[in-house]
C-alpha cells in the first residue's frame, strides 16, 4: 500500500534551519508530481511547494518563495524540503502529498485546499519556530 513517511521535523529558533525528509513506498514514485502542505494551528491546507514527477519544474507559494526548496530522488524514493531563515509563522505540521498526476495544477485563485486535492497523505511532522 501507498506510504508516504515524513521526518525531520523539530523545534528551531527564528532565522534557523531544518531539513525535512518523506520516503515513500507501495507506487511508482517517478511517475507522480508530489508536494508539502502545512497547517497551521487554526489555519487551514497550504501547499508550501509542489514538484513534478521529473523534478524538472517547481512551485513555491509566495509566503516561502527564496527560503525554501523542494527537491526529489527518483532513485531513494524520497521528498524533501529545505527550509531557510525560518520564521515563527512558519509553524506548522507538515505534510508530504502526493498528487494524482505528474503535473503541477493550475492554480485556482480562492481555491480552500483540501485533503481531496491529493491522493495521498503522510502523517506529518511537526516544526516550530521558536525563541
Known amino acids: 500500500q501507498v506510504q508516504l513517511v515524513e521526518s525531520g521535523g523539530g523545534l528551531v529558533q527564528p532565522g534557523g534551519s531544518l531539513r525535512l525528509s518523506c520516503a515513500v513506498s507501495?507506487?511508482?514514485?517517478?511517475?507522480?508530481?508530489m508536494s508539502w502542505v502545512r497547517q497551521s494551528p487554526g489555519k487551514g491546507l497550504e501547499r508550501v511547494a509542489m514538484?513534478?514527477?521529473?523534478?524538472?519544474?517547481?512551485d513555491y507559494a509566495d509566503s516561502v518563495k527564496g527560503r525554501f526548496t523542494i527537491s526529489r530522488d527518483n532513485a531513494k524514493n524520497t521528498l524533501s524540503l529545505q527550509m531557510n531563515s525560518l520564521k515563527s509563522e512558519d509553524t506548522a505540521v507538515y505534510y508530504c502529498?502526493?498528487?494524482?498526476?505528474?503535473?503541477?495544477?493550475?492554480?485556482?485563485?480562492?481555491?480552500?485546499?483540501?485533503?481531496?486535492?491529493?491522493?495521498?497523505w503522510g502523517q506529518g511532522t511537526q516544526v516550530t519556530v521558536s525563541s
Open positions: 514538484v513534478t514527477s521529473t523534478g524538472g519544474t517547481t
Open positions: 507501495g507506487f511508482d514514485f517517478s511517475d507522480y508530481a
Open positions: 502529498a502526493k498528487y494524482y498526476f505528474p503535473f503541477i495544477p493550475t492554480s485556482r485563485p480562492g481555491h480552500a485546499l483540501s485533503r481531496a486535492d491529493f491522493d495521498s
